[in-house]
């Protein structure tokens, strides 16, 4: 390797996405490195598949502009590489009355960004979803779907390949030398403009560029659990409770996936390693602090009432921690019907430093001769495509 016209560092979906717009728009040498050996290693290949529709963002967030048009172009590149998907649409249940104030902002919010959603009563939910737990109200999403992630992405970088796009896998970026040289582990990379699509380790390569320096990437492990196949609870598509809306985790869900498996989750579990996976592995002495100091100090400040979260996902380490947040959403669930999940994922959560708050949008910044992706969580695989051509735009010429 000796170098590129653009060097993308992260081939999760927003790095493979951003390297096939930078090569259809202007024609030159895209170069794509990542320390694993096949795309999506990461976040992009361990999340639940879900193709949000966008009623949880506020009008005007980049979320909110980018989710309903990625959900449609998704849903037609699934349907023209004919890659199954589940199009059975989301129910969002208000499980008591203190819900009810957020899911009418739901409502509001899915109607300002155009967003196919209406209400339901305890008769129209059990049409939709027979085993959804009875409520008083309820929303229903008509354009949730849920894909295969990994399908998505080996198709993404079949065509990332046959457009010019070039991947060097088992590539580990390690820093950034002098002249616009990248260093790696397969030795040094040229290039012209460097586009930071790391994910978890984001925020590192932005700061050995100068850029974003207070902020940090806080890993949460979102862990899964699968309904038993002779469960009597039956899912078409997405089982939702009201979240939160003061924190950016949406709780403990039922996922029908296209091979008509049923996963069940996530949890988001704070962690003392960006890719602790299992157990220790993964953890890491400088991760562990930097964890432990902005937990102390979101649970002192209470932003976005951190406590509570806090709580509610300690609660959840135990399966049957779990079990009591998910049977809360349908009838008919034992203990016994979670039995172990698809493999956990780890959100790349970005913290503001100075603040102690939680980042809940998407977040691109410059920097000498480079372009950062610090915060492309969840929606993230659903605005792919839209979000790409957001960081391409946002490139400054000659920076």
Sequence with gaps: MHGADFLVVGAGIIGVSVALELRRRHGVKVLVIDK????????????????????????????????????????????????????????????????????????????????????LNETNLREVEPCALGARKALYVQDTAVVDPLIVMEALVCDAVKEGVEFAFGCQWLGVGPDREARTTRGPVRFAHLVNCAGLHADRVAHAFGVGTQYKVLPFRGGYYQLRPSSSVRVRGNIYPVPDLRNPFLGVHFTRQPDGKVTVGPNALPLAGREQYVGLKGATLADASTMVWYLARLSVANADHFRSLAWREMMK????????EAARLVTGLKLTDLIPGKKPGIRAQLVNTLTGELVQDFLVESGPHSTHVLNAVSPGFTCALPFAEHVVNSMKPGA
Excluded: M
């Excluded at 009623?55 to 199954?84: D, H, M, Q």
């Excluded at 989301?90 to 209400?119: C, F, M, Y």
């Design 317 to 324: 380490i135990l399966r049957r921690g779990f079990y009591w």
């Design 36 to 119: 694993e050996w096949h795309a999506g290693e990461h976040a992009s290949g361990r999340n639940s598949g879900v193709l949000h529709a966008g009623v949880y963002y506020k009008a005007g967030s980049l979320k909110a502009r980018f989710c309903v048009e990625g959900n449609r172009r998704l849903r037609t590149y699934c349907e023209s590489k004919k890659i199954p998907i589940n199009a059975a649409g989301k129910v969002i249940i208000a499980q008591g009355e203190k819900d009810v104030p957020s899911l009418e902002e739901l409502h509001l919010r899915g109607t300002a960004n155009g967003v196919r959603v209406g209400w």
